[in-house]
């Protein structure tokens, strides 16, 4: 553990006002999933093909349960700054647990979902969720591991995500019964 405050010393030692301002910026792109949310909807009513919005949809719902929670109530790990005075936050203090990293959670649950289904889409995804991954320890509100663990649980919830909305296409024929797949 001593290895994660060091990495976030030396994030804190990269600060600047112009960093700060970008960092902040970015990581509001995940403050309570609103924006993955808005994102899950559009792709829902805006494609002909409703499985990528499908997959997400249930991506998201499923890592919000088993990130925010489950996971973070039985683990239960403090945020770096509550046992780290000397770690200066920027934004307005998270009262949630630290891991795992529900902002990373919810935009790897949404690159994996898109990418999925459409590859371009899914790597332009997955550098803003890097983005997003990285502000948080940028702004020092997670541990290193509490980012990887963010990612892992929105990877994982996207494939069963996936791999449930194959099976629901392929045994109910949605797309022939009621245009909606």
């Not at 889409?121 to 020092?140: D, E, Q």
């Not at 791999?163 to 797949?181: C, H, P, Q, V, W």
Request: aromatic share 14%.
């Amino acid at each position: 553990m001593a290895w994660e405050f060091d990495f976030l010393h030396l994030m804190q030692d990269m600060h600047s006002p112009i960093s700060d301002t970008i960092f902040k910026l970015i990581t509001k792109l995940g403050d309570k999933g609103i924006f993955c949310i808005l994102l899950a909807i559009c792709l829902l009513l805006v494609f002909k093909d409703k499985r990528m919005g499908l997959t997400v949809c249930l991506a998201i719902v499923t890592e919000f349960i088993v990130c925010n929670l489950i996971l973070k109530n039985i683990i239960a790990r403090d945020r770096p700054f509550w046992t780290s005075p000397d770690l200066n936050i920027i934004i307005k203090e998270p009262t949630d647990y630290s891991f795992p990293s529900g902002h990373t959670s919810v935009w790897f649950a949404l690159c994996t979902g898109v990418f999925c289904w459409n590859k371009r889409w899914g790597i332009i995804a997955t550098v803003v969720a890097a983005l997003v991954a990285f502000s948080r320890l940028y702004l020092t509100v997670h541990f290193p591991t509490d980012v990887l663990g963010g990612a892992f649980v929105g990877i994982i919830m996207a494939i069963i995500s996936y791999r449930a909305t194959k099976y629901i296409d392929k045994k109910y024929s949605l797309e022939n019964r009621f245009g909606i797949l």
